[in-house]
Structures are given as structure tokens and as C-alpha cells.
């Protein structure tokens, strides 16, 4: 079996009276991210980890934020595209660990919600993927409420 790792990391700035999209839901926040797309910090570093883990670039290189066919586009699409431009080279999820960090607000009731909203676009079962959240303690720049940043992990495996 050829199995592969991938790792991502995304971050966006927070501004007041946007919407806050984490996980491809909506979540109930007087800030929201600052972004070409709908801001989705989590799928971005999902994203970025699935083509990591297939060495085919990044989420820039796929739907670059100077094209308006991906402004302010539902982040979802995005990890839609990004699966099938993996599971074209042949490699399908085997699991995903992933952490947000930020400071407000908390979003432990949501990681359900989210866990199952991934996992449908997936077409993976909820035990595949993992969502854990954090704050920083305060600290910089993330702690201060002036952005939130994700991270994850993915393992991929060759299918054939
Ligand atoms: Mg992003």
C-alpha cells in the first residue's frame, strides 16, 4: 500500500461584520475572515494538505485569488475540486487530523456539525476525520481576535 502524509496551515485576518465560515459552516460571530474566497481557514489547510500529500502544489496554485470565478466562492467547492484533482491521481483520504486556533468564539458545540459536513463532501466515514480547536492563551496575533489560523494533517492512499 502506498500511503503518502500531506501537512497545511492557513490563516486569514478577522474584520468586524463579516461572516466567520469554519468547517463550510457558518458560525455565529460579530468578525468573520478577510478573504477572496469565503474565508474558510479550515478547508484552505485541508485543502493544502491533500495536494501536499499528492505533491501537486497548493490551494493557490489551483484556484488562485486573483480568479473571479473563486471570488467570495463557498470554500466546500473548493475541497470538492481539491478531492477530485487527488482521487485523479489515483490517491483517496485515509484520515485527517486538523486544529483552529483561535481566540473566540468557542466552537466546541459546531466540531459535529463540521466533523459530518467534511466527511459527506469527503465521501468518507466521521472516524476519518478529526477537528480539534484551541485558543493561544491571548497570545499574538491570533489571541488579540485579529485572526485565526488552521492546521492539519492529512494520510492519503494510492487506491489501485
Ligand atoms: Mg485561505
Redesign the pocket.
Known sequence: MNFRIGYGY?V?QLEEGRNLYLGGLKIPHSKGCI?H?D?D?LI?AICDALLGAAAMRD?GFHFPDTDPEFKNIDSKILLQKTMNIISDKGYSLVNIDSTICLQKPKIKNYIPEITKTLADIINTDQDNISVKATTTEKLGFIGREEGIAAHAVVLIQKSA
Open positions: 492557513d486569514h478573504a474566497s474565508g481557514v484552505h490551494i
